[in-house]
């Protein structure tokens, strides 16, 4: 999918290859195939590419529960993310779901899978809502 409700997926969620499989206010499942582009220089994956993974599943699912309160949108606050296993190929998924959906701000937790289903990421997301 390379747009969220009208709005393009552009920058570093094209640039990392990151996939929406699937999008609504209550859940966001993202995926990225792992390439050299997402190793750091050990040969595995850069803790960065699962905060931006968690970041961008997390604003996607925010972004979409705000526009139903009719909302402009929403601006991160805070991501946490833990790593739990190294990954060095293959395809990680991302589910996000809201924890909070409050009127100001929300917070979403994302947890990331390799492709034998194992988590090796979890993160959560505070953002903003935007009026």
């Given amino acids: 999918m390379t747009s969220i409700d009208g709005v393009a997926l552009k920058g ?3 640039a990392m290859g990151i996939t929406i499989v699937h999008s609504s206010s209550e859940e966001v499942v993202g995926e990225i195939d792992i390439g050299e582009i997402h190793q750091q220089s050990f040969g595995i994956v850069h803790g ?12 996607i699912g925010a ?9 402009s949108g929403v601006a ?3 991501n946490t993310t ?3 296993r190294a990954v060095s190929s293959g395809r990680i998924r991302g589910v ?3 924890i909070a959906k409050g009127t100001s701000t929300q917070l979403w937790e994302v947890v990331v ?8 990421s979890l ?3 505070r953002l903003l809502c935007l009026h």
């Fill in 63 to 71: 972004y979409l529960a705000a526009k139903e309160r009719g909302h």
């Fill in 113 to 120: 899978c390799d492709d034998q289903g194992r988590v090796v």
């Fill in 48 to 59: 960065g590419v699962y905060c931006g993974l968690i970041e961008t599943l997390g604003s």
């Fill in 76 to 78: 991160g606050l805070e």
């Fill in 12 to 14: 570093w969620s094209v």
């Fill in 82 to 84: 833990s790593f739990v």
């Fill in 123 to 125: 993160g959560r997301v």
């Fill in 96 to 98: 996000a779901k809201p």
